[in-house]
């Protein structure tokens, strides 16, 4: 079982022919309403893309999370449960709306995004206590940095102390202790991340010296493995025996949201179903790929069979 733990979030996606000045009133384009928030988007990566062999005992992917009290919270769990995703552990909270993001995307795809973590903020250390037995049964525990750090650091604790292969995603970027870190298996950030949580000068671009740099501190940190995800580059891999590069798949990419949450999905997917790293690595860039040739979050996101 994959136990995922972290953000769910509706995404109101609105084309614009260009993003608004402060002030302005500017008449969009087309407008959607898709569930996302990264927790979601990566539990639902995991769920589309684990291997089913057997229908009687389905892997199971499960979700510990909150939702509002109002209607976008109702579509979310829904589409939970249409990806098979338990949601025992999901909580619906009184009097506080759920996650959402308003997102403007112009002409060129450069979008501007503004977020309400709503619910995302009620999930306490008490709710991860609560499903401590759920936790218990997974083979992986993958967390994100959309809820409470105080939440997430107890989880992590949790999961390492039962033994589990904990997988985090830090982002957004925020500075993280080293105690934390020393609990990570697969440490996942994007390349402004990565820079971020080395404590490296910003700048636009990081050079592969620099990804490298920032690589080897967080291994330092204590955090057993180490991909940096690189866009259309590919994946730079810290891991316990090395440092390796995969490449990514050459596709004309029309929407990148996503990407990094079905990377994961695919990457840790793959693990559960005992593929090595190399090929777990392999098989998320490939669903990444897939997803960023498609609009949206979690209509992006591509099925085992599509690959
Ligand atoms: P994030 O969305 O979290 O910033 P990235 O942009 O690094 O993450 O993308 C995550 C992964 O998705 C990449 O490592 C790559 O495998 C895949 N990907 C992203 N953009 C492209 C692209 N333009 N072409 C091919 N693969 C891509």
């Known amino acids: 079982m994959i136990v995922i733990i972290g953000s769910i979030n509706m995404d109101l996606v609105m084309r614009v022919p260009r993003i608004p000045h402060p002030g302005e009133t500017l008449s969009g384009g087309p407008f959607q309403t898709i569930p996302g928030g990264k927790g979601a988007n990566q539990a639902v990566a995991c ?37 098979g995703i338990d949601d025992t552990h999901v909580s619906t909270v009184a009097n506080i709306s759920s996650g959402v993001a308003a997102i403007q995307v112009d002409a060129n795809g450069q979008n501007s995004i503004a977020l309400a973590a709503g619910a995302n903020d009620a999930l306490t250390p008490a709710h991860i206590d609560a499903a401590r037995n759920l936790i218990a049964q997974a083979k992986i525990v993958v967390l994100q940095l959309e809820t409470p750090l105080a939440t997430i650091s107890h989880a992590i604790k949790m999961a390492h ?26 440490l996942i950030p994007n390349e402004i991340e990565a820079g971020m949580l080395a404590e490296l000068p910003l700048t636009a671009s990081m050079s592969d010296a620099d990804i490298d740099a920032a690589m080897a501190k967080l291994q330092a940190h204590g955090c057993r493995n180490v991909l940096v995800t690189l866009g259309a580059k590919g994946v730079q891999a810290g891991l316990a025996n090395g440092a390796q590069h995969f490449p990514a798949q050459v596709v004309k990419a029309i929407d990148t949201t996503a990407a990094g949450d079905t990377f994961i999905g695919g990457f840790v997917a793959a693990l559960a179903d005992g593929l090595s790293e190399a090929e777990a690595i392999q098989f998320g860039q490939r669903a990444a790929a897939l997803s960023v040739t498609r609009i949206g979050a979690q209509t992006s996101i591509p099925y085992r069979h599509e690959l």
């Open 161 to 186: 102390d039962l033994g589990k292969i904990v997988v985090l995603n830090p982002a957004p970027a925020q500075a993280l202790p080293t105690a934390l870190l020393a609990q990570i298996d697969y």
């Open 47 to 83: 769920a589309r893309l684990v291997k089913q062999t057997e229908r009687s005992a389905p892997q199971k992917v499960a979700m510990v999370a909150c939702l509002g009290d109002d209607a976008f919270g109702v579509q979310l769990r829904a589409a939970l449960r249409s990806d």
